[in-house]
């Protein structure tokens, strides 16, 4: 899925660039604060443990075989800021040293392979971690839908790009129908080696799972031959807040960017590439091509003004009412959480 | 750990493109793949230029042609996808060996192939005259975030060793008997990336305490800096600005 150079045009890429820059810079920071100065190290081993596991060959029928992607793994194993620093690492490593992936389509590739499945992966992991019931086969069953969903999200993300910046006008609906159709099969045996992956951690150093941080029980001591809950119960859930925050906001800040902005660059961009037609020569050819009735053709030329306003709004609309819905059955879910542990912590203070 | 730590894509040599300080070349190879993705597909003369301007560099970096080329092989992927776009594409069709073929699929065939293979060819000059080190050290000097730079650093270094103890894995599993054929197996396979994992993750904890007990305080000491002189800027900013006059003229042209 590696994108060559010349397959998205320079606009696009340029802002597919800063989009990948913004969120690297963001995980940096978010990184430095999980891992302070084990940061370097511990990133760099696991980089270089998503770069050799892609080298692992899964077999599945008839001589053919699949290779992890490894953005969903990494999300629930070291956390979504290192995750992604890791996969952005071997995707430029990739891109520099084994001409996998374009150089100018580096942008392009870290916005769909490392942040897209990463985030997607982790929000979805986390969401569903909060409704299970607490356990290490919910936590498996996580990821196997984080990592489910994480690759057809990251179709998706191309699909768009593509749609705003491919250099060849094939229907977007063909390129839908086939990035997100081979991804959801190449999603499924994701899925299945990620959940495989993640639950043979979690049984081994459960402690060592990201994703599981809050799930370890209690601390039991044996006093004069019975269980006794140790005293120190208090400060766990109010680190697993904080954290939750923290993925919130930046969910929600990194999706407001996107939509916002990937979106008003959408309306913009073909504006940009029909006037250069138009503008390299007015001749038969170039009339033909924006005549042809392609949705590319037709995106931009219209009404500039309104399309690019209605489609950075629409982005921002849909990511505020997808958040408004999200948080709302999480404070649902969170309240009842309360409810259910309030009188055991009520018992606990008296 | 003693020995040269040379990926498998460089090339040893003394030309003058080996000598030349890694950012200029990090650098010019970026330009140039800008000018490239930038220039008019209808302008196919412009491309056999820069595949010229290519050949020139590898002629002087000394890099022999079929190895270049084997090292081309890895865009078959896109290749495959490449052919299949005059298929599906949409717009005016037109006639080839009985075949009805969409013109502005083969224009984004030709596109995506002639741009991608440029590209390629230029990132695979850069790796096989640019070391491991000097590659990340000239990151740095463009201003990569440091600690992207380190991170980078630590996957390259223990990239082979994390690889060498998957194939020690791999080795101890067929040494007892188990084959991989099938999705039956997967529960194996997948534990053995999970107990990887764990294995590179306690790796990086010893060797950040390693780092640590030598005085690691969150930055790499620089032993040595690069630095370039305007000669070798001007120099290694040939190929850019030689592509980009072609550019210019496909575009005016």
Request: net charge positive; proline share 4%.
């Amino acid at each position: 899925m590696h994108v060559p150079d010349g397959f998205i045009n320079a606009p696009v890429s340029a802002a597919a660039g800063v989009v990948a820059a913004g969120a690297v810079a963001v995980s940096l920071r978010g990184a430095r604060r999980e891992l302070d100065e084990r940061t370097a190290p511990l990133a760099g081993l696991v980089a270089a443990f998503i770069f050799a596991v892609q080298m692992l060959n899964f077999p599945v029928a008839a001589g053919t075989s699949g290779h992890l992607l490894g953005g969903a793994l990494a999300a629930i194993l070291v956390g979504p800021y290192t995750g992604v620093l890791c996969v952005s690492v071997v995707l430029l490593m990739q891109g520099v040293l084994f001409a996998d992936g374009g150089l100018t389509a580096l942008g392009v590739n870290i916005t769909d392979m490392a942040i897209t499945t990463t985030v997607v992966a982790y929000l979805v992991f986390r969401g569903l971690v909060k409704v299970l019931p607490r356990g290490r086969r919910s936590v498996t069953v996580a990821s196997f839908v984080a990592a489910l969903l994480s690759v057809p999200a990251a179709a998706v993300v191309f699909t768009l790009i593509y749609a705003i910046g491919g250099t060849t006008d094939v229907s977007i609906g063909k390129v839908a129908t086939a990035m997100v159709g081979v991804h959801v099969l190449i999603g499924i045996g994701e899925a299945v080696i990620t959940a495989l992956t993640v639950g043979a951690v979690v049984a081994v150093r459960p402690d060592l799972v990201y994703g599981a941080r809050g799930l370890h029980r209690p601390l039991k001591l044996r006093v004069a031959g019975e269980l006794v809950d140790a005293p120190d119960t208090a400060p766990a859930p109010v680190a697993a807040r904080g954290s939750h925050r923290k993925v919130w906001i930046t969910g929600l800040v990194t999706s407001l960017v996107l939509a916002g902005f990937v979106s008003f660059y959408a309306s913009a961009n073909p504006d940009g590439l029909e006037k250069v037609a138009q503008d390299k020569g007015i001749d038969s050819k170039t009339e033909k091509h924006a005549s042809d009735g392609s949705p590319l053709a037709g995106y931009g030329v219209k009404d500039v003004g309104d399309a690019r306003l209605s489609g950075g709004l629409a982005g921002v609309i849909g990511v505020g009412v997808t958040v408004v819905a999200g948080s709302g059955i999480f404070w649902v879910l969170r309240r009842r959480r309360t409810a259910d542990t309030s009188p055991s912590q009520i018992t606990e203070t008296v | 750990m003693g020995a040269g730590h040379a990926h498998k894509l460089y090339r040893h040599g003394h030309s003058p493109v080996h000598g030349l300080p890694p950012h200029t070349k990090l650098a010019a190879v970026f330009c140039f793949v800008i000018v490239v993705v930038s220039t008019p597909r209808e302008a196919m003369w412009a491309f056999a230029l820069y595949a010229v301007l290519l050949a020139a560099v590898a002629y002087a970096a000394r890099v022999p042609a079929g190895f270049l080329l084997k090292r081309l092989l890895i865009e078959i992927p896109f290749v495959a996808f490449a052919v299949l776009m005059p298929f599906v594409a949409q717009g005016e069709r037109v006639d080839v060996l009985g075949m009805s073929l969409s013109v502005n699929g083969l224009w984004g065939a030709w596109n995506v192939l002639a741009k991608g293979t440029l590209g390629v060819a230029a990132s695979v000059l850069l790796a096989s005259t640019t070391e491991l080190r000097e590659l990340l050290l000239g990151l740095q000097r463009l201003r990569l975030p440091p600690l992207l730079v380190q991170i980078a650093s630590f996957m390259i270094r223990y990239g082979d060793v994390i690889t060498d103890e998957m194939r020690r894995m791999k080795i101890a599993r067929e040494s007892r008997g188990f084959e991989a054929s099938g999705v039956k197996h997967w529960g194996v396979l997948a534990k053995s990336a999970g107990a990887l994992f764990i294995r590179s993750y306690e790796r990086g904890e010893r060797v950040h305490l390693a780092m640590v007990s030598r005085g690691y305080a969150g930055s790499m000491p620089v032993i040595d800096d690069v630095s370039a002189s305007r000669a070798q800027w001007s120099y290694a900013l040939t190929l850019p600005c030689a592509a980009l006059v072609v550019c210019l003229l496909g575009w005016l042209l």
